[in-house]
C-alpha cells in the first residue's frame, strides 16, 4: 500500500511553542492581556513624554483668541481680509499684505527678503503671519508691540509699500463700499476710515490666521500615538539638548529676545554684521545682535530660515542653531530625528475665501 504524504507530513514532529505559548493561543482572553502588558513599557515611557511636553509646549487653540483693545467681530474681520488682499494699499497698488504673507505659502513668501517697491530687497526675511498673534511682539528685533502697529509699518515703508496713510485714507474714501464696511466695522465712531482703524481690521483678520491641529498638538492633548517613533526621539532631544530654553509656549518660539550665537557667532553669510538686530530698536549693548526667537510652528512651509534668509535646508537650520546657541555638535541621526519633529508642527491651514475688492472710483488715486 502507497504511503500517503499528507499522513508523513502530519507525523513528523513539531517544533514546540514557548512555556505559556499554548495557553495564551487556546485562551484567546490570555493572548490579549499578555500582549497589552508586554505594549506597557512603551506606553509609559510615551506618557512620560507627553507629560514632559505639556510643561514646555501648549496646544494652539481652536478659537480665535482676544485680542487686547480690538475687538474681533464679524464685521471687522471681512473688512481686514479685504484690506490684507488689496494692493491698493500701496503706492504702486501692486504689493499686497498677501505679497509678502502669502496665505497659500505658509503665512511668508518662500524668499531670502521680500521684493519691494520698484524693486527694492528688504533687509530681511519675511516671518510668518500665521499663529503671529501668539508672539510676544511683532518683527524680527520686536519694533512693534502687536499686530495692529505692525500692519503699519510695511505699507509706510520705502522699500515695501511705499505709500503714506494720507493717501491710503483718501484712496479707502474714495470707493464707496468701503466707506460702507468701515461704518459697520467701527459703529460708534463719527469719522470710521482712518488709517488705526485700516490697522485694527487687519489686526483682527490676521488673529484669525492660526494653524490648531497640528500632530504635536494631538500628542500633547493626548493622542500617543500622533507621532511615530523617529518624531518622538525628536521631541526628547528637542527638550533634552536645551532648544527649548528658546522655542516653547505656543508658537514653539515667539515669546522672548535671544543673542543669535550665543556660544558660538555664525559667519557673516549667515549673520550680516551691519544688521544688529534689536539694538537698533532700544540702542542698548547688551541688545547688540539679540532677535526675538522665531516661533516654529509650520518650520517646514516657512524656508528660507533665520532673520537672514540664508539657510534654505532645515537639517542645515537645526545644526546651526545647535553650534551656535547650544555649543553642541549633534550626529546626523540627531539631526534627522530633531528634523522629523518639526515636521510635525505643520498645522491646518487657514482657509481663506479670496475676497472680492470694490472697483475703485474716478477719485482713487492713481498708481505711483
Not at 481686514?80 to 497698488?93: I, N, T, W
Not at 494653524?211 to 500628542?219: E, K, M, V
Not at 512651509?301 to 549633534?330: E, N, R
Not at 541621526?333 to 515636521?343: D, M, N
Request: proline share 7%.
Amino acid at each position: 500500500m502507497k504511503s500517503n504524504p499528507q499522513s508523513k507530513s502530519q507525523s513528523r514532529p513539531q517544533r514546540s511553542a514557548p512555556r505559556g505559548a499554548t495557553r495564551a493561543m487556546t485562551h484567546p482572553l490570555l493572548a490579549t492581556t499578555m500582549l497589552a502588558f508586554a505594549g506597557l513599557p512603551a506606553l509609559a515611557d510615551d506618557a512620560a513624554l507627553q507629560k514632559e511636553a505639556a510643561g514646555h509646549f501648549k496646544p494652539i487653540p481652536s478659537m480665535v483668541p482676544a485680542v487686547k483693545d480690538n475687538a474681533v467681530t464679524r464685521d471687522k474681520v471681512e473688512l481686514g481680509k479685504m484690506l490684507f488682499f488689496d494692493p491698493r494699499l500701496s503706492a504702486s497698488q501692486l504689493i499686497s499684505c498677501n505679497t509678502c504673507h502669502n496665505l497659500s505659502m505658509g503665512g511668508d513668501d518662500n524668499l531670502e527678503t521680500s521684493i519691494g517697491h520698484g524693486w527694492a530687497k528688504g533687509p530681511r526675511n519675511a516671518p510668518t503671519v500665521l499663529n503671529a498673534v501668539f508672539n510676544i511682539a511683532q518683527f524680527w528685533d520686536g519694533r512693534a508691540g502687536d499686530l495692529k502697529t505692525q500692519a503699519k509699518g510695511p505699507i509706510q515703508a520705502g522699500v515695501e509699500m511705499n505709500n503714506t496713510p494720507k493717501v491710503v485714507e483718501e484712496t479707502l474714501k474714495s470707493i464707496p463700499d468701503y466707506v460702507a464696511r468701515f461704518k459697520a466695522a467701527f459703529p460708534n465712531e463719527a469719522e470710521p476710515v482712518t488709517f488705526d482703524n485700516l490697522a485694527r481690521a487687519i489686526e483682527a483678520f490676521e488673529a484669525t490666521l492660526i494653524t490648531p491641529g497640528s500632530r504635536f498638538d494631538q500628542f500633547l492633548e493626548g493622542k500617543l500615538d500622533a507621532l511615530d517613533a523617529t518624531e518622538k526621539t525628536g521631541l526628547k532631544l528637542f527638550m533634552d539638548k536645551g532648544c527649548v530654553a528658546c522655542h516653547s509656549g505656543v508658537n514653539v518660539g515667539g515669546e522672548a529676545y535671544y543673542p543669535f550665537g550665543v556660544v558660538e557667532k555664525p559667519g557673516a553669510d549667515i549673520l550680516p554684521a551691519n544688521d544688529r538686530g534689536r539694538f537698533e530698536v532700544t540702542k542698548t549693548a547688551d541688545a547688540d545682535y539679540v532677535f526675538r526667537a522665531g516661533p516654529l510652528r509650520n518650520i517646514a512651509l516657512s524656508a528660507p530660515y533665520f532673520h537672514s534668509g540664508k539657510v534654505w535646508d532645515l537639517k542645515q537650520a537645526v545644526a546651526i542653531m545647535a553650534t551656535s546657541q547650544l555649543g553642541a555638535k549633534l550626529s546626523d541621526k540627531e539631526i534627522e530625528a530633531i528634523t522629523a519633529f518639526l515636521g510635525t508642527l505643520t498645522g491646518e491651514q487657514p482657509r481663506v475665501e479670496l475676497p472680492i475688492l470694490p472697483v475703485s472710483t474716478d477719485r482713487t488715486p492713481l498708481p505711483k
